[in-house]
Protein backbone atom coordinates (compact mmCIF):
# COMPACT_ATOMS: atom_id res chain seq x y z
CA UNK A 1 0.00 0.00 0.00
CA UNK A 2 1.61 3.05 -1.07
CA UNK A 3 2.28 5.46 2.08
CA UNK A 4 0.14 9.17 1.45
CA UNK A 5 0.85 11.21 4.17
CA UNK A 6 -0.17 14.90 2.65
CA UNK A 7 -2.30 15.60 4.66
CA UNK A 8 -0.42 15.56 7.54
CA UNK A 9 1.96 17.96 6.14
CA UNK A 10 -0.76 20.26 4.38
CA UNK A 11 0.21 23.74 6.86
CA UNK A 12 3.69 24.52 7.31
CA UNK A 13 4.51 24.84 11.18
CA UNK A 14 7.00 24.24 13.50
CA UNK A 15 8.74 21.33 13.12
CA UNK A 16 5.91 20.26 10.84
CA UNK A 17 7.97 16.85 9.09
CA UNK A 18 9.04 15.61 13.05
CA UNK A 19 5.72 14.15 13.35
CA UNK A 20 6.56 11.39 10.20
CA UNK A 21 10.32 10.66 11.83
CA UNK A 22 8.38 8.55 13.50
CA UNK A 23 6.44 6.61 11.24
CA UNK A 24 7.67 3.14 10.79
CA UNK A 25 6.22 1.40 7.43
CA UNK A 26 7.64 2.87 4.43
CA UNK A 27 10.34 4.64 6.63
CA UNK A 28 13.84 4.63 6.11
CA UNK A 29 14.24 2.73 9.28
CA UNK A 30 12.67 -0.34 8.14
CA UNK A 31 14.83 -0.28 4.92
CA UNK A 32 18.04 0.04 6.35
CA UNK A 33 17.85 -1.66 9.78
CA UNK A 34 19.50 -4.55 8.80
CA UNK A 35 22.75 -2.98 6.90
CA UNK A 36 23.06 -0.17 9.11
CA UNK A 37 23.33 -3.02 12.23
CA UNK A 38 25.74 -5.20 10.04
CA UNK A 39 27.99 -2.02 9.73
CA UNK A 40 28.01 -1.31 13.40
CA UNK A 41 28.42 -4.76 14.62
CA UNK A 42 32.19 -4.68 11.56
CA UNK A 43 33.10 -1.60 13.30
CA UNK A 44 33.08 -2.83 16.36
CA UNK A 45 34.73 -6.02 15.87
CA UNK A 46 37.84 -4.09 14.14
CA UNK A 47 37.74 -1.90 17.34
CA UNK A 48 38.16 -4.45 19.66
CA UNK A 49 40.37 -6.76 17.83
CA UNK A 50 42.92 -3.27 17.67
CA UNK A 51 42.49 -2.54 21.55
CA UNK A 52 42.52 -5.62 22.99
CA UNK A 53 44.43 -8.11 20.75
CA UNK A 54 47.01 -6.99 18.87
CA UNK A 55 50.82 -6.51 19.71
CA UNK A 56 52.03 -2.61 20.31
CA UNK A 57 53.83 -3.46 16.72
CA UNK A 58 50.28 -4.69 15.11
CA UNK A 59 48.80 -1.71 16.37
CA UNK A 60 51.81 1.16 15.40
CA UNK A 61 51.09 -0.84 11.53
CA UNK A 62 46.91 -0.88 11.80
CA UNK A 63 47.34 3.23 12.61
CA UNK A 64 49.16 3.78 9.96
CA UNK A 65 46.83 1.78 7.89
CA UNK A 66 43.87 3.46 9.19
CA UNK A 67 45.13 6.98 8.88
CA UNK A 68 46.13 6.12 4.85
CA UNK A 69 42.30 4.77 4.18
CA UNK A 70 41.15 7.66 5.85
CA UNK A 71 43.23 10.33 3.65
CA UNK A 72 42.10 8.69 0.55
CA UNK A 73 38.33 7.81 1.28
CA UNK A 74 37.46 11.13 0.51
CA UNK A 75 38.21 10.40 -3.71
CA UNK A 76 35.46 8.73 -4.34
CA UNK A 77 32.77 11.08 -5.26
CA UNK A 78 29.85 9.88 -3.34
CA UNK A 79 27.88 12.95 -2.98
CA UNK A 80 27.93 13.54 -7.40
CA UNK A 81 27.55 9.71 -8.34
CA UNK A 82 24.47 9.07 -5.79
CA UNK A 83 22.87 12.27 -6.24
CA UNK A 84 22.86 12.11 -10.00
CA UNK A 85 21.93 8.27 -9.79
CA UNK A 86 18.81 9.24 -7.59
CA UNK A 87 17.88 12.45 -10.04
CA UNK A 88 17.85 9.63 -12.58
CA UNK A 89 16.21 6.97 -10.59
CA UNK A 90 13.24 9.60 -9.42
CA UNK A 91 12.27 10.90 -12.66
CA UNK A 92 12.00 7.86 -14.42
CA UNK A 93 9.57 6.98 -11.30
CA UNK A 94 7.47 9.71 -12.06
CA UNK A 95 7.22 9.00 -15.74
CA UNK A 96 6.40 5.46 -14.99
CA UNK A 97 3.42 6.16 -13.47
CA UNK A 98 2.10 9.05 -15.50
CA UNK A 99 2.48 5.74 -18.22
CA UNK A 100 0.09 3.84 -16.27
CA UNK A 101 -3.00 3.47 -19.06
CA UNK A 102 -6.27 4.86 -17.39
CA UNK A 103 -9.55 4.50 -19.04
CA UNK A 104 -11.38 8.07 -18.57
CA UNK A 105 -11.12 9.79 -21.36
CA UNK A 106 -12.34 6.66 -23.82
CA UNK A 107 -15.10 6.01 -21.36
CA UNK A 108 -16.51 9.31 -22.01
CA UNK A 109 -15.98 9.51 -25.61
CA UNK A 110 -17.83 6.11 -25.92
CA UNK A 111 -20.68 7.06 -23.92
CA UNK A 112 -20.84 9.86 -26.01
CA UNK A 113 -20.19 8.71 -29.11
CA UNK A 114 -21.64 5.45 -29.58
CA UNK A 115 -25.38 5.28 -29.92
CA UNK A 116 -27.80 2.90 -28.71
CA UNK A 117 -29.86 2.35 -25.54
CA UNK A 118 -31.24 -1.16 -26.95
CA UNK A 119 -29.27 -4.09 -26.20
CA UNK A 120 -26.84 -4.05 -29.13
CA UNK A 121 -25.87 -0.29 -27.88
CA UNK A 122 -25.33 -1.31 -24.68
CA UNK A 123 -23.50 -4.49 -25.92
CA UNK A 124 -21.19 -2.71 -28.24
CA UNK A 125 -20.48 -0.13 -25.04
CA UNK A 126 -19.26 -2.65 -22.71
CA UNK A 127 -17.23 -4.89 -25.33
CA UNK A 128 -15.24 -1.64 -26.26
CA UNK A 129 -14.88 -0.80 -22.87
CA UNK A 130 -13.75 -4.24 -21.76
CA UNK A 131 -11.06 -4.32 -24.30
CA UNK A 132 -9.56 -1.65 -23.52
CA UNK A 133 -9.71 -3.23 -19.87
CA UNK A 134 -8.39 -6.18 -20.64
CA UNK A 135 -5.25 -4.47 -22.87
CA UNK A 136 -4.39 -2.44 -19.83
CA UNK A 137 -4.75 -5.76 -17.58
CA UNK A 138 -2.10 -7.72 -19.60
CA UNK A 139 0.41 -5.32 -19.60
CA UNK A 140 0.26 -4.77 -16.12
CA UNK A 141 0.33 -8.53 -15.52
CA UNK A 142 3.47 -8.06 -17.80
CA UNK A 143 5.53 -6.12 -15.37
CA UNK A 144 4.19 -6.52 -12.31
CA UNK A 145 4.36 -8.95 -9.44
CA UNK A 146 1.44 -8.27 -7.41
CA UNK A 147 -1.18 -8.01 -10.69
CA UNK A 148 0.87 -11.46 -11.67
CA UNK A 149 0.30 -12.83 -8.41
CA UNK A 150 -3.52 -12.11 -8.84
CA UNK A 151 -4.05 -13.67 -12.26
CA UNK A 152 -1.29 -16.08 -12.84
CA UNK A 153 -2.43 -17.70 -15.68
CA UNK A 154 -4.97 -16.88 -18.60
CA UNK A 155 -7.71 -19.08 -16.99
CA UNK A 156 -7.64 -16.57 -13.98
CA UNK A 157 -8.37 -13.66 -16.19
CA UNK A 158 -11.01 -15.38 -17.82
CA UNK A 159 -12.74 -16.22 -14.32
CA UNK A 160 -12.37 -12.59 -13.52
CA UNK A 161 -14.05 -11.42 -16.37
CA UNK A 162 -11.99 -9.68 -18.33
CA UNK A 163 -12.09 -12.04 -21.21
CA UNK A 164 -14.95 -14.96 -22.55
CA UNK A 165 -14.11 -17.99 -23.49
CA UNK A 166 -14.21 -17.76 -27.09
CA UNK A 167 -12.08 -15.04 -26.92
CA UNK A 168 -9.31 -16.62 -25.18
CA UNK A 169 -9.45 -18.92 -27.89
CA UNK A 170 -8.99 -16.69 -30.45
CA UNK A 171 -6.40 -15.00 -28.46
CA UNK A 172 -4.39 -17.93 -28.04
CA UNK A 173 -5.01 -19.17 -31.85
CA UNK A 174 -2.75 -15.75 -32.76
CA UNK A 175 0.78 -17.46 -32.34
CA UNK A 176 3.05 -14.44 -31.87
CA UNK A 177 6.57 -14.89 -30.10
CA UNK A 178 6.14 -11.35 -28.58
CA UNK A 179 3.58 -10.09 -26.03
CA UNK A 180 0.24 -9.75 -26.88
CA UNK A 181 -1.27 -7.25 -24.61
CA UNK A 182 -1.57 -5.30 -28.32
CA UNK A 183 -4.59 -7.67 -29.35
CA UNK A 184 -7.92 -6.84 -27.73
CA UNK A 185 -6.84 -2.71 -29.00
CA UNK A 186 -7.09 -4.27 -32.62
CA UNK A 187 -10.44 -6.12 -31.20
CA UNK A 188 -11.54 -2.41 -30.19
CA UNK A 189 -10.79 -0.76 -33.51
CA UNK A 190 -12.86 -3.69 -35.54
CA UNK A 191 -15.64 -3.33 -33.69
CA UNK A 192 -15.74 0.52 -33.78
CA UNK A 193 -15.39 0.25 -37.38
CA UNK A 194 -18.05 -2.27 -37.39
CA UNK A 195 -20.16 0.16 -35.30
CA UNK A 196 -19.23 3.38 -37.54
CA UNK A 197 -20.94 1.16 -40.77
CA UNK A 198 -24.02 0.45 -39.01
CA UNK A 199 -24.34 4.04 -37.48
CA UNK A 200 -23.73 3.57 -33.91
CA UNK A 201 -20.79 6.20 -34.74
CA UNK A 202 -22.91 9.11 -35.94
CA UNK A 203 -19.66 10.49 -37.95
CA UNK A 204 -16.34 10.70 -38.97
CA UNK A 205 -15.01 13.12 -36.50
CA UNK A 206 -16.41 10.89 -33.60
CA UNK A 207 -15.11 8.18 -34.92
CA UNK A 208 -11.33 9.42 -35.36
CA UNK A 209 -11.46 10.80 -31.80
CA UNK A 210 -12.41 7.77 -30.91
CA UNK A 211 -9.19 6.07 -32.66
CA UNK A 212 -6.61 8.56 -31.20
CA UNK A 213 -8.01 7.93 -27.65
CA UNK A 214 -7.15 4.28 -28.21
CA UNK A 215 -4.09 5.12 -29.64
CA UNK A 216 -2.85 7.32 -26.53
CA UNK A 217 -4.22 4.23 -24.44
CA UNK A 218 -2.20 1.92 -26.21
CA UNK A 219 0.57 3.95 -26.73
CA UNK A 220 0.48 4.16 -22.56
CA UNK A 221 0.24 0.31 -22.29
CA UNK A 222 3.71 0.13 -24.86
CA UNK A 223 5.29 2.52 -22.95
CA UNK A 224 5.21 0.67 -19.99
CA UNK A 225 6.08 -2.82 -21.92
CA UNK A 226 9.56 -0.74 -22.95
CA UNK A 227 10.12 1.28 -19.16
CA UNK A 228 10.02 -3.06 -18.07
CA UNK A 229 12.36 -3.92 -20.74
CA UNK A 230 15.03 -1.31 -21.03
CA UNK A 231 16.30 -0.75 -17.07
CA UNK A 232 18.80 1.63 -16.24
CA UNK A 233 22.05 0.37 -17.95
CA UNK A 234 23.99 -2.02 -15.35
CA UNK A 235 27.49 -0.56 -15.19
CA UNK A 236 25.72 2.66 -13.50
CA UNK A 237 24.08 0.59 -11.17
CA UNK A 238 27.25 -1.44 -10.00
CA UNK A 239 29.34 1.83 -10.31
CA UNK A 240 27.07 3.57 -7.54
CA UNK A 241 26.39 0.27 -6.02
CA UNK A 242 30.45 -0.53 -5.58
CA UNK A 243 31.27 3.33 -4.86
CA UNK A 244 28.75 3.23 -1.62
CA UNK A 245 29.39 -0.16 -0.16
CA UNK A 246 33.64 0.36 -1.44
CA UNK A 247 33.55 3.68 0.94
CA UNK A 248 31.85 2.22 3.89
CA UNK A 249 34.49 -0.83 3.80
CA UNK A 250 37.40 1.84 3.90
CA UNK A 251 35.76 3.37 6.56
CA UNK A 252 35.73 0.67 8.71
CA UNK A 253 39.38 0.78 9.02
CA UNK A 254 39.95 4.73 8.38
CA UNK A 255 37.49 5.70 10.75
CA UNK A 256 38.92 4.02 14.24
CA UNK A 257 39.73 6.07 17.18
CA UNK A 258 43.00 5.48 17.32
CA UNK A 259 45.44 5.56 20.87
CA UNK A 260 45.64 9.75 21.57
CA UNK A 261 49.17 8.94 23.00
CA UNK A 262 50.69 8.17 20.39
CA UNK A 263 49.95 12.04 18.77
CA UNK A 264 48.38 11.21 15.56
CA UNK A 265 46.55 14.65 14.39
CA UNK A 266 43.20 14.61 14.39
CA UNK A 267 43.11 11.88 16.92
CA UNK A 268 43.01 13.30 20.28
CA UNK A 269 40.04 12.01 21.76
CA UNK A 270 38.92 8.23 22.01
CA UNK A 271 35.43 7.88 22.01
CA UNK A 272 34.55 4.38 20.68
CA UNK A 273 31.07 5.11 19.10
CA UNK A 274 31.62 6.99 15.33
CA UNK A 275 28.79 9.00 15.87
CA UNK A 276 28.91 11.30 12.80
CA UNK A 277 30.62 8.06 10.71
CA UNK A 278 26.86 6.38 11.08
CA UNK A 279 25.16 9.57 10.30
CA UNK A 280 26.74 9.51 7.30
CA UNK A 281 25.94 5.87 6.37
CA UNK A 282 22.73 6.04 7.56
CA UNK A 283 22.38 9.40 4.49
CA UNK A 284 24.34 7.66 2.34
CA UNK A 285 23.10 4.24 2.18
CA UNK A 286 19.95 5.40 2.69
CA UNK A 287 20.16 7.32 -0.46
CA UNK A 288 20.90 4.29 -2.02
CA UNK A 289 18.13 2.39 -0.45
CA UNK A 290 16.00 5.25 -2.13
CA UNK A 291 17.34 4.48 -5.52
CA UNK A 292 16.75 0.21 -4.83
CA UNK A 293 13.30 1.04 -3.55
CA UNK A 294 12.23 3.45 -6.59
CA UNK A 295 14.12 1.61 -9.41
CA UNK A 296 11.06 -0.44 -9.89
CA UNK A 297 7.91 0.88 -8.66
CA UNK A 298 5.49 -2.64 -9.99
CA UNK A 299 7.05 -4.42 -6.82
CA UNK A 300 5.16 -5.11 -3.52
CA UNK A 301 7.44 -2.49 -1.39
CA UNK A 302 5.51 0.18 0.62
CA UNK A 303 5.81 2.41 -1.72
CA UNK A 304 4.93 0.55 -4.55
CA UNK A 305 2.21 1.76 -7.27
CA UNK A 306 -0.84 -0.16 -6.34
CA UNK A 307 -1.57 -1.44 -9.59
CA UNK A 308 -4.66 -3.52 -8.24
CA UNK A 309 -6.28 -0.85 -6.78
CA UNK A 310 -5.85 0.00 -10.47
CA UNK A 311 -7.44 -2.38 -12.10
CA UNK A 312 -10.41 -2.41 -9.16
CA UNK A 313 -11.11 1.20 -9.92
CA UNK A 314 -10.80 1.53 -13.50
CA UNK A 315 -12.67 -1.12 -14.20
CA UNK A 316 -15.35 -0.21 -12.00
CA UNK A 317 -15.72 3.05 -13.05
CA UNK A 318 -15.45 2.46 -16.81
CA UNK A 319 -18.36 0.00 -17.06
CA UNK A 320 -20.68 2.42 -15.09
CA UNK A 321 -19.67 5.47 -17.32
CA UNK A 322 -20.48 3.41 -20.83
CA UNK A 323 -23.45 1.55 -19.21
CA UNK A 324 -25.32 3.13 -16.03
CA UNK A 325 -24.63 6.26 -16.72
CA UNK A 326 -25.65 6.39 -20.66
CA UNK A 327 -28.52 8.68 -20.96
CA UNK A 328 -28.76 9.04 -17.43
CA UNK A 329 -29.11 12.82 -17.04
CA UNK A 330 -30.33 14.85 -14.41
CA UNK A 331 -32.94 16.58 -14.70
CA UNK A 332 -31.90 20.39 -16.24
CA UNK A 333 -33.07 23.32 -13.31
CA UNK A 334 -32.20 27.12 -13.28
CA UNK A 335 -29.22 27.44 -10.74
CA UNK A 336 -29.81 29.64 -7.71
CA UNK A 337 -26.93 32.15 -9.47
CA UNK A 338 -29.77 32.47 -12.67
CA UNK A 339 -30.46 36.26 -11.83
CA UNK A 340 -27.30 36.96 -10.48
CA UNK A 341 -24.67 39.04 -12.62
CA UNK A 342 -21.92 38.37 -9.54
CA UNK A 343 -22.85 35.06 -8.41
CA UNK A 344 -20.08 34.06 -4.39
CA UNK A 345 -20.09 30.99 -3.43
CA UNK A 346 -20.44 31.25 0.22
CA UNK A 347 -17.64 30.83 2.57
CA UNK A 348 -17.49 29.28 6.15
CA UNK A 349 -16.46 30.58 9.68
CA UNK A 350 -12.96 28.58 8.86
CA UNK A 351 -12.73 30.32 5.68
CA UNK A 352 -13.80 33.82 6.23
CA UNK A 353 -10.01 35.10 6.20
CA UNK A 354 -9.90 34.65 2.42
CA UNK A 355 -12.59 37.80 2.14
CA UNK A 356 -10.34 39.82 3.78
CA UNK A 357 -7.75 40.15 1.12
CA UNK A 358 -8.05 41.96 -1.91
CA UNK A 359 -7.91 40.18 -4.75
CA UNK A 360 -4.96 39.83 -7.07
CA UNK A 361 -4.79 42.22 -10.40
CA UNK A 362 -1.28 41.60 -11.50
CA UNK A 363 2.52 42.68 -10.52
CA UNK A 364 1.90 46.05 -12.14
CA UNK A 365 -1.25 46.99 -10.72
CA UNK A 366 -0.27 49.18 -8.12
CA UNK A 367 2.89 50.64 -9.93
CA UNK A 368 3.31 54.06 -9.90
CA UNK A 369 4.78 56.76 -13.28
CA UNK A 370 5.37 60.17 -12.84
CA UNK A 371 2.72 62.42 -14.62
CA UNK A 372 4.90 64.02 -17.04
CA UNK A 373 6.20 60.20 -18.35
CA UNK A 374 2.53 59.88 -19.30
CA UNK A 375 1.87 61.73 -21.50
CA UNK A 376 2.20 60.83 -25.55
CA UNK A 377 4.51 62.24 -27.91
CA UNK A 378 3.74 63.15 -30.94
CA UNK A 379 5.08 60.56 -34.35
CA UNK A 380 6.31 63.45 -35.63
CA UNK A 381 8.80 64.60 -32.91
CA UNK A 382 9.61 60.78 -32.47
CA UNK A 383 10.72 60.62 -36.15
CA UNK A 384 12.93 63.58 -35.89
CA UNK A 385 14.39 62.79 -32.81
CA UNK A 386 15.22 59.22 -34.50
CA UNK A 387 16.56 60.98 -37.09
CA UNK A 388 19.29 63.06 -35.50
CA UNK A 389 20.15 60.00 -32.93
CA UNK A 390 21.01 58.04 -36.56
CA UNK A 391 22.84 60.92 -38.01
CA UNK A 392 24.85 61.38 -35.02
CA UNK A 393 25.82 57.64 -34.59
CA UNK A 394 27.11 58.20 -38.41
CA UNK A 395 29.52 61.05 -37.93
CA UNK A 396 30.44 59.29 -34.50
CA UNK A 397 31.34 56.25 -37.13
CA UNK A 398 33.29 58.18 -39.16
CA UNK A 399 35.46 60.54 -36.52
CA UNK A 400 36.17 57.36 -35.37
CA UNK A 401 37.18 55.76 -38.91
CA UNK A 402 39.55 59.38 -39.28
CA UNK A 403 41.47 58.32 -35.67
CA UNK A 404 41.91 54.77 -36.64
CA UNK A 405 43.60 56.43 -40.00
CA UNK A 406 46.17 58.96 -38.38
CA UNK A 407 49.46 58.52 -37.41
CA UNK A 408 50.04 58.04 -33.50
CA UNK A 409 51.13 60.58 -31.16
CA UNK A 410 54.23 58.37 -30.89
CA UNK A 411 55.14 59.11 -34.16
CA UNK A 412 54.99 62.84 -33.15
CA UNK A 413 57.25 62.57 -30.08
CA UNK A 414 59.89 60.14 -31.99
CA UNK A 415 59.95 62.91 -35.12
CA UNK A 416 59.95 65.86 -32.29
CA UNK A 417 63.12 64.15 -30.59
CA UNK A 418 65.24 63.69 -33.20
CA UNK A 419 64.84 66.67 -34.89
CA UNK A 420 66.28 68.95 -31.06
CA UNK A 421 68.69 66.32 -30.83
CA UNK A 422 70.09 67.07 -34.03
CA UNK A 423 69.92 70.41 -33.59
CA UNK A 424 71.85 70.61 -29.94
CA UNK A 425 74.61 68.12 -31.50
CA UNK A 426 75.12 70.76 -34.59
CA UNK A 427 75.50 73.23 -31.84
CA UNK A 428 78.16 71.25 -29.83
CA UNK A 429 80.39 71.19 -32.71
CA UNK A 430 79.84 74.13 -34.48
CA UNK A 431 81.29 75.84 -31.32
CA UNK A 432 84.13 73.32 -30.88
CA UNK A 433 85.10 73.17 -34.71
CA UNK A 434 83.38 76.08 -37.09
CA UNK A 435 85.09 73.33 -39.85
CA UNK A 436 81.92 70.94 -39.67
CA UNK A 437 79.07 73.24 -40.26
CA UNK A 438 78.82 72.74 -43.49
CA UNK A 439 78.32 68.82 -43.12
CA UNK A 440 75.83 69.44 -39.98
CA UNK A 441 73.68 71.81 -42.36
CA UNK A 442 73.26 68.71 -44.91
CA UNK A 443 72.25 66.54 -41.84
CA UNK A 444 70.02 68.62 -40.61
CA UNK A 445 68.32 68.72 -44.19
CA UNK A 446 68.29 64.85 -43.81
CA UNK A 447 66.97 64.63 -40.58
CA UNK A 448 64.15 67.33 -41.61
CA UNK A 449 63.02 64.73 -44.71
CA UNK A 450 62.80 61.59 -42.28
CA UNK A 451 60.96 63.96 -39.83
CA UNK A 452 58.59 64.51 -42.60
CA UNK A 453 57.57 61.12 -43.83
CA UNK A 454 57.44 59.67 -40.77
CA UNK A 455 54.31 57.80 -39.51
CA UNK A 456 55.51 56.69 -36.40
CA UNK A 457 56.29 53.23 -36.57
CA UNK A 458 59.57 53.30 -34.89
CA UNK A 459 59.48 53.24 -31.46
CA UNK A 460 60.84 56.10 -29.06
CA UNK A 461 63.63 54.07 -27.14
CA UNK A 462 65.24 52.68 -31.21
CA UNK A 463 65.41 56.76 -31.94
CA UNK A 464 67.22 57.82 -28.84
CA UNK A 465 69.41 55.02 -29.58
CA UNK A 466 70.39 56.08 -33.16
CA UNK A 467 70.71 59.46 -32.39
CA UNK A 468 73.31 58.33 -29.29
CA UNK A 469 75.15 56.25 -32.37
CA UNK A 470 75.55 59.30 -34.18
CA UNK A 471 77.05 60.86 -31.19
Not at 82 to 97: A, D, E, H, P, S
Not at 238 to 259: E, K, P, W
Not at 275 to 301: C, H, M, R, S
Amino acid sequence: MTITYTARVANARFCGFSKLLLAWKGSIYKVLYKEFLAFFAMYTAISITYRFFLENDQKRYFEKLSIYCNHYASLIPMSFVLGFYVTLIVNRWWNQYTSIPLPDRIMCTLSGGVQGGDEHGRLLRRTLMRYASLSALLILRSVSTAVFKRFPTMDHVVEAGFMTREERKKFESLHSPYNKYWIPCVWFTNLAAGARCEGRIKDDNTYKLLLEELNDFRGKCSMLFHYDMISIPLVYTQVVTLAVYSFFLVCLIGRQFLDPSQGYPGHDLDLYVPIFTLLQFFFYAGWLKVAEQLINPFGEDDDDFETNWLIDRNFQVSMMAVDEMYGDLPKMERDRYWNDSNPRPPYTAATLFVLRKPSFQGSTFDMAIPKEDMHFQPLEEIAENFEESVTRNHNLALFNRLLGSAPSPTGFMGGALRCTSAQLQRLTRVSSDPSFSDAEDEEEKSVGRNNKYDTGNVPMNMNNSSDDNKV
